[in-house]
């Protein structure tokens, strides 16, 4: 007997959680290879269930994803320059912001003009996965409205994010979460076919391809699990495919790969918690969660409100 498929509110709860408790999973483990990951802590699933870390604290990641939902509350769509108000109104640099990011917020927060830097920091401006990390609240409001929901993912990119992959790496996160929002059974092969029509880039397209064949006896190091977007969103997106029915199941197989281990098990946990919804998330690990003035309780809240503001 299958459990009854969660509610919409209880995806949207879901899909900020799983995000953000992904992102904490991730964090100690940034930057390590894989087989540093294995060696120095064993199977990841265990080490994930049973957390070794006290208090489980979120990186930049959830904290512009917090930013991204509260500018859709404020004004009902993505202004960029809006969001960059609110990017830094909540900006920490002790969340672990990357290089790129902090220029430009630590610019903002001086007063000067900041946008001749989300073009010339990086060459054709940035192609990192920065804007898929944070994409999660635009597919919550706009999962019912693909155009609206593509452009409004290209709009939250582009205070940081102006290369085509950069931005389309956040439309195409946005299109995984908006169709497990609006398929209740998932299909492996629908999944991937609905991404790769959106795909215009060589290198998405590309990687989505591969992705789509890959089953869970194959390594996902042929996708990568660098900062680069089109080596690390379809590796996240691909993470939560070969294991759409359990959360944890879902985040360890990012963890494990090494590398950027926050935004992959961030990508991964926002779009499995969209699937699942909130009751598949442990509460175990949802105990040991910060819970201050922007911790689980705030992201709970930020999630209802934005399903009584913006569900159809």
Not at 264 to 290: C, K, M, Y
Request: glycine letters at 8%; proline letters at 7%; a negative charge.
């Amino acid at each position: 007997m299958h459990p009854a498929p969660p509610t919409p509110l209880d995806q949207f709860i879901g899909c900020l959680v799983g995000l953000s408790l992904g992102d904490a999973l991730g964090a100690p483990f940034e930057g390590m290879p894989s087989d540093v990951v294995f060696r120095e802590f064993g199977p990841i699933r265990q080490l994930v269930e049973n957390f070794p870390v006290e208090t489980l604290t979120y990186t930049d990641d959830t904290e512009m994803t917090i930013a991204v939902a509260q500018t859709l509350l404020d004004d009902k769509a993505i202004d960029p320059a809006r969001l960059a108000v609110q990017f830094e109104k909540h900006y920490n640099p002790a969340r672990g912001y990357g290089p790129g990011a902090q220029r430009i917020l630590d610019t903002m927060r001086q007063g000067q003009d900041w946008e001749p830097l989300a073009t010339s920091l990086f060459p054709g401006g940035s192609l990192g996965n920065g804007a898929a990390m944070r994409v999660a609240p635009i597919a919550l409001a706009f999962h019912h409205n693909r155009p609206q929901l593509l452009e409004q993912a290209r709009l939250s990119a582009l205070p940081t994010h102006r290369h085509p992959i950069g931005i389309e790496a956040a439309q195409i996160t946005a299109l995984a979460i908006a169709h497990v929002l609006t398929h209740h059974e998932f299909t492996h092969e629908l999944f991937f076919a609905d991404l790769q029509a959106s795909a215009k880039t060589d290198e998405l397209n590309y990687a989505l391809k591969i992705a789509s064949q890959l089953t869970p006896q194959d390594s996902l190091w042929t996708l990568g699990n660098s900062l680069e977007a089109h080596r690390s969103v379809p590796t996240a997106i691909t993470c939560f495919a070969l294991n759409p029915d359990s959360y944890l199941d879902a985040v360890s197989t990012a963890v494990a790969l090494g590398g950027d281990t926050d935004t992959l098990a961030a990508i991964t946990g926002a779009i499995s918690g969209a699937h699942l919804g909130i009751s598949a998330i442990p509460d175990h690990l949802l105990a040991r969660f910060e819970n201050g003035e922007k911790g689980l309780n705030h992201i709970k809240s930020l999630a209802q409100h934005l399903f009584q503001n913006c569900h159809p």
